[in-house]
């Protein structure tokens, strides 16, 4: 992956270095200072993760004693007066909400990869490129602001239209029925996927560009169209690395916090709508945070930040499957 | 046999203009965001905005200047525990390391760490910094940024120091250098381009980072220069003054914006241009 050359590496390791520097007492212990801060750097860097986890599962010990596993699991009432509180409906708000913006920005991710690869007159490719790379890295709190104080107002022009026509439809027009106030669930979605477009797309970018270009151009030699190489032959060809994208688009949204905070309406309350305000566990917590006046409700927080863990580990161990499996079939196509 | 050339050709022709319409709506959405950001940001641009301090709610004045001070302090001392520590790990990776197990679990680990949600990452400084102090801290909020910005050091550290060339390791083994001098001396100058463009991306990672913020640094009204203590800092600004309903705390949550995302856009030209000059000998 790194492009460098086993070879030499193992050469320079079993030179010996150390034999030779061995009367200079002080270099050495220079070097074995050296070594032993990088062996304690990488140790820190690798510990971090487990720390992590560690920590927020202690801190968040009061609530798990209070209330269980499953019970907070499957508990929707947040009432911070009562002190009884339950996950639910914020690990519905997180799913749902990235499973709008990843059923949103994959479509759209992939057309505008396909596009810049395959479609786009070469003068454009650099510069679209260049600008949706240098867009993935603008700050998740300018999209949440840019959602609430931009596109929620121009949002609440369109949701009645949404709920006239989405709503009247039979079965799904239950999830577009609500009051047009411009945030809420679907708002949510909508910005988390212009959110995680950029990243997905510049992914699919860069591994449709290692298609080996003998491979198309057979394709294309043999009369395929742009369509048929793009989903016949570059697809399958980079199709576990496009899913890795993907997760890793799914990742973000999930656990996203500024974006979805500003626009999500912030409701406890678990509704079919989708126009309807909800939360999400970042949102929550971003939100509740500061004011948790108790042991227990601040400890209830950080046990959703645990169970946001669970959420995202879970997403992760599936991506690890799909890819395995999409990886299969690669080796027996190719 | 001219029905199935027919559509075939119609499918790729509606394939095309759709691709093209998704990339259009992708495109145009993030023009629309970068446009408003300028638009808004450049009307709220304000002198007051560096020279005073937030302003209580009610009054119509401007002042940012508590917060940037705040929010450099926070990124230079995230930047004093994120580098040696990212780039003391990529070099174990990539120096003694190599591909053995143990480095490659490292690596894994990492990449888990690079995408884990920066709202774990706040919770994470909140119990082990915040929970002991008793209070928040802006030492509170540079741990949880240093802990999102060691991971992509890490990497990128790991991988330039891996694109060295192993003949220019060997003759300074063979002028006798000692490891830890061959590599201070030899690999790391020359991969230093790199490195930096690691730790600019990874200051630009952490630029705008306001969810662990809010667990661990909070907020100032005041200017305060005290890293035990909350701080003002320019994403925590923002968060409050967009929800807010005045209109001029709105315009500076606006500046604020713009402010950053400058920043951040000039730090990945800034990351880019080294990295070509990594990639262009090759």
């Known amino acids: 992956m790194n492009g460098s050359d086993p070879a030499a ?80 409906s914020f690990i519905v708000g997180t799913l749902v909400s990235s499973a709008i913006a990843m059923i949103l920005a994959v479509p759209l991710s992939f057309g505008t990869a396909v596009f810049i690869t395959e479609i786009a007159p070469f003068w454009i490719k650099k510069p679209i490129a260049g600008a949706i790379e240098l867009l993935a890295g603008i700050p998740s709190i300018v999209y949440g602001l840019w959602g609430l104080l931009v596109f929620a107002p121009v949002f609440a022009q369109i949701e009645p239209w949404v709920n006239q026509y989405l709503g009247a439809i039979p079965g799904i027009g239950l999830l577009f029925q609500g009051p047009p106030m411009g945030i809420g669930m679907l708002t949510a979605g909508i910005i988390l996927a212009i959110m995680i477009l950029p990243y997905i797309s510049s992914i699919m970018r860069d591994v449709f560009l290692i298609v080996p270009s003998s491979l198309r151009e057979s394709a294309y030699a043999m009369g395929c169209t742009t369509w048929e190489v793009a989903w016949h032959i570059t697809l399958p060809y980079t199709r576990s690395a496009v899913v890795g994208g993907m997760f890793l688009g799914l990742g973000r949204a999930l656990g996203e916090t500024m974006a979805v905070t500003f ?30 006046t108790t042991k227990l409700y601040v400890s209830s927080l950080i046990y959703l930040g645990l169970v946001l863990i669970a959420v995202t580990l879970v997403v992760r161990f599936l991506a690890v499957l799909l890819i395995r499996h999409l990886q299969r079939g690669e080796g027996a196509s190719t | 046999m001219t029905g199935v050339i ?70 230079g001392l995230s930047l004093l525990i994120g580098v040696p520590v990212g780039l003391m790990a990529g070099t174990w990776l990539a120096e003694y390391g190599f591909k ?155 500046a604020a914006a713009f402010i950053t995302v400058v920043f951040v856009l000039v730090l990945s030209v800034v990351a880019r241009v080294f990295l070509g000059r990594v990639q262009a000998p090759k």
């Open chain 2, 100 to 254: 053995s197990r143990t480095a490659n679990a490292v690596r894994f680990v990492n990449d888990i760490m690079l995408s884990a949600p920066s709202i774990e990452i706040g919770l994470f400084a909140y119990a082990i910094v915040v929970d002991p102090m008793g209070h928040f801290s802006a030492v509170a909020g540079s741990v949880a940024l240093a802990v999102l910005m060691v991971p992509i050091i890490v990497r990128t550290s790991d991988e330039m120091l891996s694109l060295v060339g192993g003949d220019m390791r060997e003759a300074a083994i063979a002028l006798g250098a000692p490891k830890s001098v061959v590599i201070t001396k030899v690999t790391w100058r020359a991969a230093r381009a790199g490195i930096l463009t690691g730790v600019l991306i990874g200051l630009a990672r952490i630029t705008g980072e306001t969810a662990p913020l809010l667990f661990t640094v909070l907020n100032n009204q005041y200017y305060s220069t005290d890293v035990f203590r909350p701080m003002a800092n320019i994403p925590v600004v923002i968060f409050q003054f967009a929800l807010s309903p005045y209109a001029n705390w709105q315009q500076m949550a606006w």
């Open chain 2, 6 to 75: 027919l559509r075939r050709r119609v499918t790729d022709v509606a394939s095309k203009i759709l691709m093209g319409v998704a990339a259009v709506i992708g495109v145009f959405f993030l023009l629309w965001i970068l446009w408003t950001t300028l638009r808004f940001g450049i009307a709220g641009m304000h002198w007051d905005l560096f020279t005073k301090d937030t302003p209580p709610p009610g009054t119509d004045t401007f002042g940012l200047r508590n917060a940037f001070v705040g929010s450099l302090i926070l990124l």
């Open chain 1, 263 to 292: 626009v999500i309406g912030n409701s406890n309350t678990l509704s079919a709508s989708l126009l309807m305000p909800s939360a999400t566990i970042p949102s929550v917590l971003a939100n509740e945070f500061t004011e948790a």
């Open chain 1, 9 to 88: 590496r193992i050469d320079i390791q079993s030179a010996p270095a150390e034999r030779k520097a061995a009367p200079r007492t002080r270099r050495l212990a220079g070097d074995f200072l050296f070594h032993k801060a990088a062996v304690f750097a990488a140790f820190l860097a690798a510990a971090a993760l487990f720390a992590t986890v560690a920590a927020i599962a202690y801190d968040s010990r009061q609530a798990i004693e209070t209330f269980g596993v499953w019970r907070f699991l499957k508990s929707s009432e947040w009432n911070p007066v009562t002190q009884t509180f339950g996950a639910l």
